[in-house]
């Protein structure tokens, strides 16, 4: 499975993005789909992910209300709406794929990394 992410930008606070996380390749075998982020000088972490069958979702506390994720199967594409931006929501997002039902948290547990897309939100 190979992934692209699109989507990001600058944006001040309170405003909205949504990013974009297109599969391609074996996507018959898509299990869990993740967003994280990675801002400067930090770890990579959880933001949001969903089961591609069911659609069940999980969020990090810290985005809960504000980002919304979806899949759109027709077109094996994830969605991030992420509204009421704030400042410390600037990183670069990554989507990837976790082939089982592993802990939805779990950085380790993804793979398949897209590259970055780089969100800024001004304050």
Not at 25 to 48: C, D, H, I, N
Request: with cysteine; hydrophobic share 35%; glycine share 12%.
């Amino acid at each position: 499975v190979q992934l692209q992410a699109s989507g990001g930008g600058l944006v001040q606070a309170g405003g909205s993005l949504r990013l974009s996380c297109a599969a391609s390749g074996r996507t018959f075998s898509l299990y869990r789909m993740g967003w994280f982020r990675q801002a400067p000088g930090k770890e990579r972490e959880f933001v949001a992910a969903i089961n591609w069958s069911g659609g069940i979702t999980y969020y990090a506390d810290s985005v809960k209300g504000r980002f919304t994720i979806s899949r759109d199967s027709a077109k094996n594409t994830v969605y991030l709406q992420m509204n009421s931006l704030k400042p410390e929501d600037t990183a670069d997002y990554y989507c990837a794929h976790s082939p089982a039902n592993f802990q939805p948290t779990d950085v380790k547990r993804y793979g398949n990394w897209g590259q970055g897309t780089q969100v800024t939100v001004s304050s």
